[in-house]
């Protein structure tokens, strides 16, 4: 068993990031079987990004899809009344802004298939970022908002709800727009709401879904009431909600306090910084036909809808595909065990990020066609990293 297990090469493993910068970059390949490490050289894309490389060793044939790319996460504000002011280079000039206290702006609680993806920039020279927490950066540059992420489009179709955060009048919404947004060209402008508070500060809800939106203009809503649910309207390439607070002088506001934003919190109860951990926040199995033919750079849309994960894991299927939804900072480390029903190993690697995942997809795959009758059974499947395990079992029969 053992002879065999250490037979079982690692033929390929993909790699989905969505990670800005303002740029993506796509990368198919084939290899052939003498090749052993090979040098990719990711070409000048549309947006002018300098020449980039990765070192990919492999230890077998196979085909290798890498797919990396990065995009704004969001950037909607643009898209309606809300101006786009400079965000002040001095974080001690935040510290007087008054601000309602908010509530958590969703009907599912932080990390209960919600991740935040994104804080407030406020750096606000070009090409530098500094989060509330003056930390790891969990934001991207000229950010003015937070990003409340869902998990997948699944989540989305489910339906999170928004909420608003404060007491507030509707002063705009807009409900019309395509909210199925997975990667540029983005279509169409993004559906939202936008409240206004006595002093003239306001809330923008951003990125919401098409024909969700329960509030008009002119009506008054209290902390909690449903505003409509989370979408991918917009410029987004994934279902989230950009919470924009400006103050009644149209400066940017971070509801956040921490190093880098000093004073009070404006949120009644602040949740814990998320940038400095790694987490796992989803894993599964996924089929051959997911990882054969043509792999192109919209597929990471399969990642996004979350790929199906089959109840039996056939005798057919030459690959045991799996993926891992994370989040993490270059450095930290997940791992991916896999035993057969006997207890033996499959597969034990220890997977390090190259570099900050706000969010990301990491899909891995391996040979086999070598299981006999002998390994039918339940399989299990253990992917943990920063204090979090997923586990999973599966019945693999012929
Ligand atoms: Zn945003």
Redesign the pocket.
């Given at each position: 068993m053992n002879s065999k297990n250490n037979s079982i090469p690692i033929l390929s493993r993909l790699i989905l990031f969505c990670q800005p910068p303002k740029a993506y970059a796509l990368q198919i390949a084939r290899f052939q079987p003498r090749w052993s490490e090979i040098w990719f050289k990711k070409d000048v894309d549309r947006l002018g990004l300098s020449l980039f490389s990765v070192k990919l060793r492999f230890v077998n044939m196979g085909f290798l899809m890498v797919c990396t790319w990065g995009i704004q996460?969001?950037?909607?504000e643009d898209d309606h009344s809300v101006a786009d002011t400079p965000i002040t280079d001095d974080p001690s000039d935040l510290v007087e802004v008054e601000f309602p206290q908010l509530i958590w702006p969703l009907d599912h609680q932080l990390h209960d298939k919600v991740y935040i993806s994104?804080y407030v920039d406020l750096d606000s020279d070009e090409n530098q970022t500094r989060d509330y927490a003056c930390a790891f950066q969990h934001t991207y540059d000229g950010?003015?908002?937070?990003?409340f992420a869902l998990l997948n489009f699944r989540v989305m179709d489910q339906g999170v709800g928004v909420v608003a955060v404060a007491p507030s009048v509707v002063t705009w919404t807009e409900d019309f727009n395509y909210d199925r947004n997975y990667w540029q060209p983005f279509q169409g402008s993004h559906n939202g709401v936008v409240v206004e508070y006595p002093d003239k500060s306001f809330t923008a809800y951003?990125h919401m879904r098409t024909h969700s939106i329960a509030v008009k203009v002119g009506e008054t809503v209290e902390a909690g009431d449903f505003l409509g649910f989370v979408g991918s309207s917009g410029t987004t390439p994934i279902p989230?909600l950009?919470l924009?607070n400006r103050d009644k002088n149209n400066q940017v506001v971070e509801a956040y306090t921490g190093a880098c934003r000093q004073g009070d919190s404006f949120w009644t109860s602040q949740t814990a910084y998320v940038g400095n951990t790694l987490r796992i926040y989803d894993a599964d199995v996924f089929l051959d036909f997911e990882l054969i033919g043509g792999f192109q750079f919209g597929e990471i849309r399969t990642f996004k809808d979350r790929p199906l994960a089959p109840a039996v894991y056939g005798i057919d299927q030459p690959k045991l595909g799996l993926w891992v939804q994370v989040q993490g900072n270059s450095g930290q480390e997940f791992s991916i065990e896999v035993k057969k029903p006997d207890g033996a190993v499959f597969v034990k690697e220890d997977v390090s990020l190259e570099t900050k995942r706000r969010y990301g997809w990491y899909g891995f795959n391996w040979g086999f066609d070598s299981v006999t009758s002998e390994d039918f059974g339940v399989w299990t499947i253990n992917i943990s990293g920063g204090g979090r395990r997923v586990r999973n079992q599966l019945r693999s029969w012929a």
């Open positions: 996460a969001c950037g909607s994104n950010h003015t908002g937070t990003d951003a989230h950009h924009a």
